[in-house]
């Protein structure tokens, strides 16, 4: 069982739609992630959010809108997306003592979304 | 940003063969962590390494941390089929390596 819950799983969308992906942890963890995964790569990080606060985007087209309402939720808000954003969408949190990415990081299963 | 390089891209063994990864950094890396992803799956985290010289083990798996902290390498002794995945090693720089595909036949 994963202690980072996404929903939904799966994701079908055109290219005029707007949807968005959630995230949830309850492990107290402060920092939060957003990572893009395609096939047979590895993941690319998108965006990270510590403490409720947007810390890093690295340079994400504004077509992809992240929000964090609070410390146990992160959403990737999606609009207007193109068929090249057909990815896995990997979400995951960890604790904040070093810094952003020096600790350890729980994963979520991750969203499969297609773009149509 | 640090750039890791990862090889090999693949490994076929047979049950039973041992099997490395290694990951090669530029410059001084604060820490490297490694993670597994299965088929179809999430990455998980396996460990993370911090002092020169380092080795963890963790049963058949064996973790080291160069002594300039330029690299690293996870050693799996007698594979299993439940090792099959891609294995990343991750930098303090926010970004995995290439990972190596692990396939076993048994």
């Known amino acids: 069982d994963t202690e980072v819950t996404q929903t939904p799983k799966h994701l079908v969308m055109g290219m005029t739609n707007k949807k968005s992906l959630k995230c949830e942890q309850h492990m107290g963890h402060r920092a939060m992630y957003w990572y893009k995964q395609k096939a047979k790569k590895p993941p690319e990080l998108m965006f990270v959010?510590?403490?409720?606060?947007?810390?890093i985007n690295e340079s994400v087209p504004s077509r992809f809108s992240p929000e964090c309402p609070n410390s146990s939720l992160l959403n990737l808000h999606l609009h207007a997306l193109q068929p090249e954003d057909s990815a896995l969408y990997l979400c995951?949190?960890?604790?904040?003592?070093?810094?952003?990415?020096?600790?350890?990081?729980?994963f979520g299963d991750g969203t499969r979304l297609s773009i149509l | 940003g640090q750039q890791v390089m990862q090889i090999p891209q693949y490994q076929h063994v047979q049950e039973g063969e041992d099997f490395t990864t290694y990951c090669n950094s530029s410059?001084?890396?604060?820490?490297i962590q490694w993670y597994k992803q299965r088929p179809g799956g999430h990455p998980v985290f396996l460990i993370q390494l911090v002092k020169s010289g380092e080795v963890k083990k963790q049963k058949r798996l064996t973790f080291q941390f160069g002594e300039a902290k330029k690299n690293s390498s996870l050693h799996i002794t007698a594979t299993q089929t439940t090792d099959v995945g891609t294995y990343f090693c991750?930098?303090?720089?926010?970004?995995f390596g290439a990972g190596t595909r692990l396939t076993v036949k048994p």
């Open positions: 410059t001084t890396l604060s820490n």
């Open positions: 991750y930098n303090n720089d926010m970004r």
């Open positions: 995951a949190s960890s604790h904040l003592q070093g810094g952003i990415g020096n600790q350890p990081q729980h």
């Open positions: 959010y510590s403490y409720e606060k947007l810390s």
